[in-house]
């Protein structure tokens, strides 16, 4: 028999917008709304700034499965976790989790920067709800899977930020509930850590437990979970094998813009490092950017603004998509050396990247872009799935495909030099 | 169903033996999870241990600040309000006198200041994790206990200065303690509470605490209120911890009738303040 872990049925969440833009109220507005509360009409219909972030959502997870929520920004994938870590209450509906929960929303919870790497392993697993005992036994393994050595009683304050991602992943990694959330924590962190985490997932899963696990990354979402569901605006869309999900999701929503553009800087991604202004798919020699033939080049241009870069160096990293979700290649503009070496003043910052024609394959290709620095390692503005395009491919003879018209496999289609020659007119056997 | 808000063992369907959690909208006042309050003793421990650690660590002085507080204090009030005539009471020395009643004040006026403080402080653990919300006051308080201790040290050399020796009513010192902790965790809770909303709580807090000093018996004495407003004197439960913690160190007559309007009323304090938080925690996470 399936023994269900967790099932929800019709959970809700409802955010006043107002509550949400000034979080902090004041007394004076909230006596005032006190005594007029009498005045007002008294009714549960939904006032105008009622948000509804997740509505009706209902599924049911059997114990020891491994499934991924997925969805674009404000679809409703944090809110429900936030709902069935138990962070925050539904608005309507009920869930049931059976088994011992843990969630795990951020990389180092409960981290205090002044305590050392050993109090804040204590600390951290206690209020992720480990026992002493546990950490006790444990302690020795999160140290060497940390690998942060000898600096085990420095504080954490003087840790690089890839040494505290470690340390805080290797506390959650040792949590052994029956039941676990798990939030988009592998954002973060060196690809080689990445890999170590990922693998650390999959025996999560194997080891019976039971998985949910939201993510952007749709290769980490195809690896790890045998079953997904997709978020569209609070309502699930696709509950259902993950490569349909996966498929529904990158089908769906703002990735079919070629340009984006923000104008108020107090609302586009980032920080005061790096905050984008624009992406743009530009082809060469102009026109259209949705459609692009495949013997044309491709300029991305991005834009962003720096307003205290300090001794930072920020860098724009192009991630390139097709429509399964396969990362084709990353491209970061330290390919510029004279730039790149260059120190940074505060302004505006344009970048372009040069994409050969007769290269990408035919087919929707998606960029996230990404401004980040190195030493440490911070995503300072990031947007995913920033703009897309879409390669044809006439078969006008004079491309990779020459003329063949059937299904041309591959990734890219880069147009490569051959040479080819005829050796002797001798054929092997025959004089 | 028994399945509330808590942990609770599903025994019905008890075929695993599994911890069943229900999660859904609450509405209204709820009981005061005090179960899970003890289930998460072990958090509230590491909670105080971090406080005390990171407090001890940022400050040069570290735990010497208990001492200084209650003393520098000391010394202010000797110098000024003690040379006045009929502020203390006569055969005692003002020194002394004002000692006994800052002790017990430090405690609460720091564990309080500390405990409004707490939810705004964790802000970034409220919206990560979940535990029970009650911890996080509830160990702000308990780490002023070991500064109270510490200072207690110093209240004991003082009366050594002064060749005070206690009478056997110092066995009352613990039961007036909890009483000064009870009001904290009262008042703490609640401030807490509105503070996740208001963050006016923290402008108004120094004020409150000043205010409220001279409205308890510290740098005074009780008998100079006349007897027939004791009653009214004594709601506020500084009151009775303050005459209280003088009478069982430093003797005099005992304020039976301010120890029992105000324990009293401290144990109001912190049930109505209990009440308060778990009906707006659930929007914690929403608002902070």
């Known amino acids: 028999m399936d023994e269900i872990a967790i099932s929800a049925s019709g959970l809700a969440k409802k955010y006043r917008i107002g509550l949400r833009r000034d979080p902090y109220g004041r007394l004076s507005e909230s006596l005032w709304n006190a005594l007029t509360y009498p005045l007002r009409r008294r009714t549960g219909e939904d006032r105008e700034d009622d948000f509804w972030a997740l509505r009706d959502v209902s599924f049911e997870v059997p114990r020891g499965s491994v499934v991924g929520v997925i969805g674009r920004n404000g679809a409703g994938k944090s809110t429900l976790l936030k709902i069935m870590s138990r962070i925050t209450e539904p ?17 180092g919870t409960g981290f205090h920067q002044e305590l050392t790497g050993r109090d804040n392993i204590f600390l951290s697993g206690a209020i992720l709800g480990m026992k002493r005992a546990e950490i006790l036994r444990k302690f020795d393994e999160i140290v060497a899977f940390a690998d942060i050595g000898q600096f085990l009683d420095t504080p954490v304050k003087r840790y690089s930020s890839g040494m505290k991602v470690r340390l805080g992943f290797a506390v959650a990694a040792f949590l052994e509930p029956e039941i676990l959330f798990i939030d988009e924590v592998l954002a973060v962190g060196d690809a080689e850590f990445q890999k170590k985490c990922l693998g650390k997932m999959s025996e999560i899963g194997e080891g019976g437990r039971t998985v949910i696990f939201v993510s952007h990354s ?16 609070g309502r699930v869309v696709v509950d259902g094998p993950t490569h349909e999900a996966v498929r529904r999701y990158l089908e769906s929503g703002p990735g079919r813009t070629s340009s984006r553009e923000w104008t108020d800087p107090a609302t586009a991604p980032g920080d005061d490092v790096a905050r984008l202004r624009s992406v743009r798919v530009v082809p060469d020699g102009g026109g259209p950017a949705e459609e692009i033939d495949i013997r044309r080049p491709i300029d991305i241009e991005v834009e962003y603004w720096t307003e205290a870069p300090g001794d930072l160096r920020p860098s724009v990293n192009l991630h390139f998509y097709n429509d399964e979700g396969v990362c084709l290649f990353i491209n970061n503009d330290w390919m510029d050396r004279r730039w790149w070496s260059a120190s940074r003043r505060p302004g505006l910052v344009r970048a372009v990247c040069h994409i050969p024609g007769n290269f990408l394959a035919e087919g929707r290709v998606i960029v996230t872009s990404v401004v980040s620095t190195y030493n440490p390692t911070i995503v300072h503005a990031s947007e995913q799935e920033a703009v897309a395009f879409v390669v044809v491919d006439r078969s006008e003879g004079d491309g990779v495909r020459g003329v063949y018209a059937n299904e041309f496999p591959g990734v890219v289609r880069p147009m490569l030099d051959w040479d080819v020659e005829q050796v002797s007119e001798a054929v092997a056997g025959r004089s | 169903m028994l399945l509330g808000e808590n942990h609770k063992t599903e025994s019905a369907s008890g075929a695993w033996g599994r911890q069943v959690v229900v999660l859904e909208p609450h509405h209204g006042w709820r009981e005061l999870g005090l179960g899970e309050i003890w289930a998460h003793r072990e958090l509230l421990y590491f909670f105080i241990w971090r406080d005390l650690k990171v407090r001890y660590k940022q400050t040069a002085f570290g735990a010497a600040w208990a001492v200084l507080q209650p003393v520098l204090l000391m010394l202010v009030f000797s110098a000024s309000l003690g040379r006045l005539p009929g502020v203390g009471p006569v055969g005692l020395p003002y020194p002394l006198f004002v000692f006994a009643g800052l002790v017990p004040w430090t405690l609460f006026s720091s564990s309080l200041t500390g405990a409004s403080n707490s939810l705004v402080v964790g802000e970034a653990i409220i919206t990560k994790v979940y535990f029970p919300r009650l911890l996080l006051p509830f160990a702000s308080v308990g780490s002023f206990l070991l500064d109270f201790v510490i200072s207690l040290g110093a209240l004991a050399v003082v009366m050594l200065y002064f060749g005070a020796v206690p009478s056997l009513a110092i066995v009352w010192l613990p039961a007036l303690t909890l009483m000064a902790v009870v009001t904290a965790l009262g008042v703490g809770t609640f401030l807490a509470a509105v503070n996740v909303r208001y963050r006016d709580v923290k402008y108004v807090l120094p004020f409150l605490v000043q205010v409220w000093m001279f409205a308890s018996p510290v740098v005074y004495t009780s008998t100079l209120i006349p007897a027939e ?9 500084m009151t009775g911890v303050v005459a ?13 009738d301010l120890i029992f309007v105000s324990a009293v009323a401290a144990v109001l304090v912190l049930l109505g303040s209990l009440v308060y938080f778990r009906r707006v925690e659930r929007t914690f996470a929403d608002v902070i």
Do not use: K
């Open chain 1, 91 to 107: 608005t309507l509906g009920r869930a049931e989790l059976h088994g011992r929960v843990g969630s795990l929303l951020e990389v």
């Open chain 2, 229 to 237: 407003w004791h009653v009214i004197y004594a709601l506020n439960p």
């Open chain 2, 244 to 256: 209280g913690f003088r009478w069982a160190l430093v003797g005099g007559p005992r304020p039976d």
């Open chain 1, 218 to 233: 749709m290769p980490a979402i195809l690896r790890l979970c045998d079953r997904a569901i997709l978020l569209d605006r």
